[in-house]
């Protein structure tokens, strides 16, 4: 998929990125917990695909950051090295995201102001201060958060896949 609105990023530069959001994650699938403690963030989890709607909403609470550029990257070592700059738009954030969906991937602000973890699986991870999360989620926190608990809950969940959505609800639990 095309988009002039990307950049692709230099190997070094990658190796930058993911540096700089080492210390804010544990491997590819978690929030350092340490970490956030030293921050006045939160985290919530979501159904782990970008939505359309989603998509919109954090384009919108990009709009207040001081940073107007966006990172988007995979995460696994595993893996050919891809990641992308854009300025932070729906359009931009979809395609990074319909690009990067196969892998293990974050997306960020490039000040690190909020972070979008993708791991492979059932479940994606935003965290942020509560105005932006709030904008991005297009809802409260504690309804954001009570969806994510409907998800996993779901009878349709095998019991493994139900286990691992309630753990990390109750790992990222406002």
């Known amino acids: 998929m095309e988009n002039k609105s990307l950049t ?3 190997p070094d530069d990658l190796q930058a990125f993911r540096i ?13 917990p340490i970490w956030l403690k030293s921050k006045d963030w939160e985290v919530i989890p979501f159904e782990s695909r ?3 709607r989603d998509a ?3 384009a919108k609470a990009c709009i207040g950051l001081p940073s107007k550029i966006c990172v988007g990257l995979t995460i696994e070592d595993s893996i050919d090295n891809e990641g ?7 359009e931009a954030l979809r ?13 960020f602000a490039d000040d690190y102001s909020f972070l ?3 791991p492979f699986g059932l479940y994606s991870l935003l965290g942020g201060e509560k105005p932006f999360l709030e904008t991005a989620l297009g809802t409260s926190i504690e309804d954001a958060f009570q969806d994510f608990l409907r998800f996993a809950e779901d009878a349709a969940w095998d019991v493994g896949d139900r286990q691992q959505l ?6 990222y639990r406002p």
């Open 84 to 90: 992308y700059q854009f300025a932070p738009t729906a």
């Open 95 to 107: 395609t990074v995201s319909f690009e990067l969906g196969p892998y293990n991937y974050a997306l």
């Open 20 to 32: 700089g959001i080492s210390s804010m994650t544990v491997g590819s699938s978690r929030f350092n």
């Open 8 to 10: 692709r990023i230099t």
């Open 56 to 58: 919109v909403n954090i």
């Open 116 to 118: 979008y973890l993708r």
């Open 166 to 171: 309630l753990a990390v609800a109750d790992t």
């Open 50 to 52: 970008m939505t359309e």
